[in-house]
T-cell receptor, first 112, second 115 residues
Framework: EAAVTQSPRNKVTVTGGNVTLSCRQT?????MYWYRQDTGHGLRLIHY???????QIGDVPDGYKATRTTQEDFFLLLELASPSQTSLYFC???????????FGPGTRLLVL | GDSVTQTEGQVTVSESKSLIINCTYS????????LFWYVRYPGEGLQLLLK?????QKGSSRGFEATYNKETTSFHLQKASVQESDSAVYYC????????????FGKGTHLHVLP
């Protein structure tokens, strides 16, 4: 059974729209991460968290908010979506900062 | 800055042939980075294929292997005989040994194995 799940798997919205991407992990991990991947680029870290209520800024945070409501759940929020946020989004979790990260299957977002 | 370069966006190999996927890294702020290969099969998330944390060492998994070469700053992925089921996207990555949550990924190489 998949330990990191993401929903939705695909999403289409319009410019200015409000989007929430969800991630749930059943690994009992403390750390969770949101990445985006664009053609020609590696995965880039948007935000991460080391526990419920905690949020840390990653390398490409502009235009994104995130919230960690429980140890299991980490949400990525796009409040005014723009076409530049069209991307493939991955969530991941790890037990600690130096432990292997386990990834979800990704959410493909298209902003028209 | 720190970076990972995978020069091939796509590689096509016939089944049973050998494979090499190139990866070089630049770790200007990290003396001894940890090096990884991740794989993403269709419809799935990335999963760790192998990890090497010591220069000069070789990691291996599922018939794949990669050697951490500090002199040439390379970590090429090799397999002697590929199978159709190896078709996937392969990502080379590095992280600082002291701040290992921060993983820097290459852009990925899409491997197509022809039957």
């Amino acid at each position: 059974e998949a330990a990191v799940t993401q929903s939705p798997r695909n999403k289409v919205t319009v410019t200015g729209g409000n989007v929430t991407l969800s991630c749930r992990q059943t690994n009992s991990h403390n750390y969770m991460y949101w990445y985006r991947q664009d053609t020609g680029h590696g995965l880039r870290l948007i935000h991460y968290s080391y526990g419920a209520g905690n949020l840390q800024i990653g390398d490409v945070p502009d235009g994104y908010k995130a919230t960690r409501t429980t140890q299991e759940d980490f949400f990525l929020l796009l409040e005014l979506a723009s076409p530049s946020q069209t991307s493939l989004y991955f969530c991941a979790s790890s037990a600690g900062p130096q432990d292997t990260q386990y990834f979800g299957p990704g959410t493909r977002l298209l902003v028209l | 800055g720190d970076s990972v370069t995978q020069t091939e966006g796509q590689v096509t190999v016939s089944e049973s042939k050998s494979l090499i996927i190139n990866c070089t890294y630049s770790a200007t702020s990290i003396a001894y980075p940890n090096l990884f290969w991740y794989v993403r099969y269709p419809g799935e998330g990335l999963q760790l294929l192998l990890k090497v944390i010591t220069a000069g060492q070789k990691g291996s998994s599922r018939g794949f292997e990669a050697t951490y070469n500090k002199e040439t700053t390379s970590f090429h992925l090799q397999k002697a005989s590929v199978q159709e089921s190896d078709s996937a996207v392969y990502y080379c990555a590095l992280s600082p040994d002291t701040n290992a949550y921060k993983v820097i990924f290459g852009k990925g190489t899409h491997l197509h194995v022809l039957p």
